[in-house]
């Protein structure tokens, strides 16, 4: 069975500081993994997808990079801002690709 | 939100109790899905959909029936509601059909607390 681990659980930077957040999981078999972003009270939202095939994707201020073989995946958030406060969280495809198992999430707060 | 709604958003309900939550989504997408999640357990599959009258079992399928008679609508049903059921329920869509470019899209949830 697919695990996924989100560490650290929650983080807290001063506004303009660069960060990582970080994902792993146990079975390096998966069609994709995604990173998602959710407020309080709210659905998800994705932010990136990264095929299995892939090594990273970009948008914007946030970067995603992914090593299969190691079961690792970082995203990484540039220029920190008060409005990214939220938690994140990421997702991994299992092999029939109707599987989607989610860590727990980090819960992050950008200080002004 | 790709069109995706859920109902109700908040219910109390009593322990014993059928409970029925509804998601709808416009966009006629084949694919979708009913999490719950939990302090500590994140998101977790409940069941899923392929296709009108088409379900499989997630993770946490357990005491949680489906329907999908047509395609905009994805039910989840608990037939005898428990206190272990209190959480919050996400229903999600994926476009399909290229596994590996698609993503999913959440509704906004719906709060379901057992008493």
């Known amino acids: 069975k697919q695990e996924v681990t989100q560490i650290p659980a929650a983080l807290s930077v001063p506004e303009g500081e660069n960060l990582v957040l970080n994902c792993s999981f146990t079975?390096?078999?998966?069609?994709?993994l995604q990173w998602f972003r959710q407020d309080p009270g709210k659905g998800l939202t994705s932010l990136l997808l990264?095929?299995?095939?892939?090594r990273e994707q970009t948008s914007g201020r946030l970067n995603a990079s992914l090593d299969k073989s190691s079961g690792r995946s970082t995203l990484y958030i540039a220029a920190s801002q008060p409005g990214d406060s939220a938690t994140y969280l990421c997702?991994?495809?299992?092999?029939?690709?109707?599987?989607?198992?989610f860590g727990t999430g980090t819960s992050l707060t950008v200080i002004p | 939100d790709a069109g995706i709604t859920q109902s109700p958003r908040h219910k109390v309900t009593e322990t014993g109790t059928p409970v029925t939550l509804r998601c709808h989504q416009t966009?006629?997408?084949?694919?979708m899905y009913w999490y719950r999640q939990d302090p500590g357990h994140g998101l977790r599959l409940i069941h899923y959909?392929?296709?009108?009258?088409?379900?499989d079992k997630g993770e946490v399928s357990d005491g949680y029936s489906v329907s999908r008679s047509k395609t905009e609508d994805f039910l989840l049903t608990l037939e005898s509601a428990t206190s272990s059921q209190t959480s919050v329920y996400f229903c999600?869509?994926?476009?399909?059909?290229?596994?590996?470019?698609?993503?999913?899209?959440f509704g906004p949830g719906t709060r379901l607390t057992v008493l």
């Open positions: 997702a991994v495809t299992g092999n029939t690709g109707n599987q989607f198992y």
């Open positions: 079975d390096s078999a998966i069609y994709n």
């Open positions: 990264i095929q299995s095939s892939q």
């Open positions: 966009e006629n997408h084949r694919y």
């Open positions: 959909s392929y296709g009108v009258k088409d379900t």
């Open positions: 999600a869509i994926k476009p399909g059909p290229q596994l590996s470019l698609d993503t999913q899209y």
